[in-house]
Structures are given as C-alpha cells and as structure tokens.
C-alpha cells in the first residue's frame, strides 16, 4: 500500500509536467494539424535558459522573488523562440504537403537540440536548488515541496488556459481557428495571430515544464526533449490530439502508468510499456480517449 | 527523365561497381555504408514514399534483420548465409503482423504508432529479451559471410555484396512501379478513397507495402551485420527511423532523391569530420531550406508515363 500511495504522489507529480508539455503539441496540432517535434526540444532549452537566467542575472539567488523572476523570464524567452520558430519553419509551409511540414519541425528540432550542444556543452548539468529541500513523511509517504509546487502551479495553468480556451473572446477565436481555419477567416479572424497566440502559449507552458523537469529530475542534457517531448506527445495522442482537456487527461494517465510501472515493473521497461499502451488504446479509439471520431471528408 | 533513365543510371551503377577498387578501406567503409543505408531508406521510401503511410519506424525492420543474423550466427551457429532467408522473412513477417492492426489510423496517429514499434524493440533488445540479445552491448564476433564457398572477409568483398543487395533493391523496385501492386498503392497514396472505389483493396496494398519495406530492410540488416560482424541496439535506434523518414521526403522519394539524401546524411559528415559537431545543427537548416525552397522534395519523383498535359498540378497527395 504504501509503495501505492508513494507512487501515486510521484505519477501526478511527472504526469502534470507531461500535461503542460503535452498542451503545447495539441494547441499547435489543433489548429495547425501539425505535430511541432521542436516543441520538446524548446523544453529542454527553457531549463537550459533558466539555468543561464539563475547564474548570471540573477547571481545565484534563490529568493521568492527570484524564483518566480527565473519562471518569467523563461517563459518569455521560449515565448519568443516559439514565435521565430513559427515564421521561419512553419508559415512558409502552410499550404505544402503535409509531410514537407513534418520535417521541417524534425529540422527545427534538430537545430534546436544541436543549439543547446553548442552553446551549452553535451555534458549534463546540474540545476540549481531553487526550492529548499522540505519533505513530509505520511506514514512512509514521502512527498517533498517540489512536488506540491509542480502540481499546485500546473493545476493552477491548466484551469487558467481551460477557462481562457472556453470564456474569451480570444479563446473562442483559437476554437474557431481549429475547427475551421478558412471560415474563421470569413468571420473576420486573423488565423496569423492566432497561430502566432497559441505558439506564445505553449511555449511558455513548455518552458514552465522544462523548468519543473530540472528542478524535479536535477540533471538536464541536450537531448532530454527528445526523451520527455516524446513522452508528453504520446499523452497528447492518448488523450486525442487536439484536444485540450484530453492532453490534460493523457498526461496525467501517462504519469500514473510510468509510475506504477517503474514501482512495481522496472524502470528499465517503463518506455516499452508507455507505447503498448498507447498503441493499445490507438488500435481500440483510433483518435485517442476524449478525441471526436472526424468522418474523413470527401 | 527518360534521358536520365537510360545513361545516367548506367553509369552510376557503372561507377558504384568500379570505385571500391580506387578507395582505401577507410572509405571502402564508408560507401559499404552507403549502400546499406540507401537499400533502408528504398525500403522506406515503398512503405512512405510510394504508399504514403507514415512509417517512422523503419529501424525497427532494420534492426529485426540485422539481430536475426547475429542471433542465428552466434547463438545457435548457423552459417551466415543460411541466416538470410530467415532475416528477410522475420522482419516481414513483423511488418504484416504489426502493420495489420494499425494500418486504418489516420496519418499523425500511424506515425506515433511505428515510433513507438520501434522503441519497444529497442527496450526489449537492450534488456536483453529471451537471454539472447545481448542486452545494451548488443552481440559482435560475428563470423564472415561465406557465400558458397567464396568468404567475403575483406571489405571489397563485402562491398560487392551490399551492391548485389542493392542492385535487387532497385530491381525489385522498378518491377513494382511497372506492376499492379505498384499502381494499386500509388492510386491508394493518392486518394485512398477514390482507390477504394475503383476496386482496389486498399488495406490488403497497405499490409503488403509494409511487408515489401520490412524484409528489403531486413535484408540490409544482414549486410551491416556482415559489414561490422556486430550488433548494438542503438545503431537500430528511434533517430535512426527519423532520418530514413527525413532522407525520402527530403529527396522526393525518387531513386535519385534517395541516393542524394543519403549520401548528404552519411557521407558527407565523413567528408567534414572537422565539422563532426556542427553536423545535425547544420542539417536541420538543411532540411528546413529544402522543405521551403521545395516542399515537394529536392527530385520529385514521377510516376509511370503519364504526358505532361494531363497532369493536373495539385496540392494533393504526396
């Protein structure tokens, strides 16, 4: 019971970094139907940046102030990398076959990826301590402030972007975006803006991610978008691409799944078992948990 | 094109069969790499090219081949070359198998899916599934090819081997354009509904497409094992699958496409080792470049001999 209860702390803790990586794959996916693989990488940059961001302009400091200073500026850098990212990779290849798109992101997400090498070296690094080392025990249930920080602030972005998707005006022109970009455009939308929003959105949901990962995980490479991108995608594709709520829903069922699997599997089958069950719940909802069943238009 | 078709294809087999006797074995390495890496992204470019699945999985099939070999070579002593039927069966069986209940998703959904094909095999692989993999070592002391009597021991030999196993790649290709199964998938690559309609069962092309791809694949597996008399999980890797993806659509998923893409993924870093780190920053401009200046790849592929006239241009398909 109690490896239970351990596991079930650490799956929602990893699962709500998944859902705010897995928001961004969807936004873009929703409206653009295109899967952004540089979205991981951007990831892996925002620790990089707010490790950039803690060493020398804020000179090491680990005040409140601070912190939340590093989350910002963080967010407001990927933000505009996710912007230049739209208008040189994507914009020009919006009307081009759908595979040309495709690996135009896998560039980008090499470049990415390659960018962080050079600039920051291939070794790991470490990521500072921003938040002091507290932890309770509940009767052999270790949950540390880490954790209860990783999933109160992610909670707290997910109903925030829930009720900015659902009550504005701009939220019901991305939904309109999505479901048709063209008659959007008739009712007087501009899809370049919105296009551009939802990039400034997940990106800077990404970039928090990526900031939780170091702070959660400590140790941060080049090539960890890779690892955990892939892994917020598959929960955007479990929860059914394009779907708010369901990646949401995706990462959460994803982290719980590692979890459980990592406490009473192995950690060494944790990816293996993450596809299964993917591929399981493809091959029984082709388009994921939450995602509408499109007839294919003709 | 058609000029192309008759020179320009004789003498590049003419100078691929002449040149390993001019290269020193560092680059006889090198185009023996060429090679097998071009019969992989052909079998990748039927599945995704010329049948227009999203298949990034293609190590997986790869991979499958080159393990068959050494799992059969070091583990239970079969000569080498008795290993190759087996090696191109195994993976094309996995390709019908695995292709079978997941060739109805749409896209995006079928591309997750073969990523995630292929990391299960890595995983089951490198946790050394059944004691027989090797685990993250992966297996090496492999014995040389034998082929009746002939033992291909130095690297010349296994060149020519490679080129034998490309030569009927690309016969074996050639034959599919001219051949029912080939028009049935570029109709169904086209328009999967229109291909329904005019009779062809599209899921029957689709499963085959996948078979086709993954023993061709297998078979370039049995090559690289030959090659390096060695195999490790990582060489069969998911980025792997990502790069046979990105050569086909980046060349055009024509021969020559092909050709070119693969030699600009590994050969060229050969040639610039100095620039070793730089390499994937500088090709993911590459690829981006390419995709903008020529969404439909940098050599398009054409199919049959249809006059230009009535070729309507259209931004379906592809």
């Known amino acids: 019971m109690d490896i239970f209860l351990q596991q079930l702390a650490n799956g929602l803790t990893i699962g709500s970094m998944f859902a705010l990586v897995a928001l961004g794959y969807t936004m873009v996916y929703g409206v653009m139907r295109l899967i952004n693989f540089a979205h991981g990488d951007m990831v892996a940059a925002s620790a990089f940046v707010g490790l950039t961001i803690y060493t020398q302009v804020m000179g090491q400091a680990t005040s409140l102030v601070a912190v939340i200073a590093i989350f910002l500026l963080s967010a407001v850098a990927m933000a505009i990398v996710g912007v230049i990212l739209e208008r040189v990779a994507y914009r020009p290849l919006r009307e081009a076959p759908r595979l040309s798109a495709v690996v135009s992101a896998l560039g980008a997400s090499l470049v990415i990826q390659n960018g962080i090498m050079l600039i920051w070296g291939p070794r790991m690094r470490i990521f500072p301590e921003l938040v002091p080392q507290v932890y309770w025990d509940f009767g052999g249930v270790v949950i540390s402030l880490i954790q209860l920080i990783i999933l109160g602030l992610s909670l707290i972005l997910m109903v925030a972007l829930y009720l900015f998707v659902e009550k504005t005006r701009m939220g019901a022109a991305i939904r309109a975006s999505s479901i048709d970009q063209d008659a959007a455009r008739l009712m007087g939308i501009n899809v370049d803006s919105v296009i551009a929003l939802i990039f400034i959105i997940g990106s800077s949901l990404g970039a928090v991610g990526g900031l939780f990962i170091g702070l959660y995980y400590r140790g941060i490479t080049f090539n960890m978008g890779w690892q955990y991108g892939l892994y917020a995608f598959v929960a955007a594709i479990m929860g059914g691409i394009g779907n708010i709520p369901g990646a949401m829903l995706g990462g959460m069922l994803l982290g719980l799944f590692n979890a459980f699997i990592a406490g009473y599997v192995s950690s060494t089958w944790a990816d293996a078992f993450t596809f299964i069950l993917l591929i399981v719940i493809l091959i029984v909802r082709p388009t994921g948990i939450l995602g509408e069943r499109v007839a294919e238009k003709v | ?318």
């Open chain 2, 1 to 318: 094109m058609k000029k192309l078709q008759r020179f320009a294809y004789p003498a590049f087999l003419l100078v691929m069969a002449i040149l390993p006797n001019l290269l020193d074995s560092r680059w006889q390495a090198v185009a023996i790499t060429f090679l097998i890496f071009s019969v992989v992204a052909l079998s990748q470019d039927i599945i995704l090219g010329k049948s227009g699945m999203f298949n990034m999985g293609q190590a997986l099939f790869f991979g499958l081949g080159a393990y068959t070999t050494a799992i059969l070579n070091a583990k239970f002593g079969w000569p080498m070359l008795a290993t190759v039927p087996l090696a191109i069966l195994i993976p094309a069986l996995f390709g019908i198998l695995l292709a079978g209940p997941i060739v109805h998703l749409r896209g995006d959904y079928l591309l997750v899916t073969t990523i995630g094909f292929n990391i299960v095999f890595v995983q089951a692989v490198q946790n050394d599934l059944g004691g027989v993999t090797g685990g993250p070592n992966g297996i090496f002391g492999l014995d040389p090819m034998n082929i009746f009597g002939i033992q291909l021991a130095n690297q010349l030999a296994v060149y020519y081997f490679a080129f034998a196993v490309l030569l009927a790649t690309l016969w074996i290709m050639r034959n599919l354009e001219k051949s029912k199964a080939g028009r049935a998938l570029h109709y169904l690559r086209l328009d999967q509904l229109a291909a329904e309609s005019i009779g062809i069962n599209t899921r029957v092309f689709k499963i085959f497409a996948f078979g086709l791809g993954a023993g061709i694949a297998g078979l370039a597996g049995t090559v690289y094992a030959t090659q390096y008399a060695a195999v490790s999980p990582e060489a069969f890797d998911f980025i792997q699958s990502v790069l046979f993806f990105s050569i086909v659509i980046v060349g055009g998923s024509s021969i020559p496409g092909v050709f070119l893409g693969v030699f600009i993924m590994f050969v060229l870093p050969e040639i610039f080792r100095e620039f070793a780190t730089w390499r994937f920053f500088i090709f993911g401009f590459a690829m981006i470049a390419a995709m903008i200046l020529r969404p439909r790849g940098i050599w398009p592929a054409t199919f049959g001999k249809i006059p230009k006239f009535l070729i309507k241009e259209s931004n379906h398909g592809a």
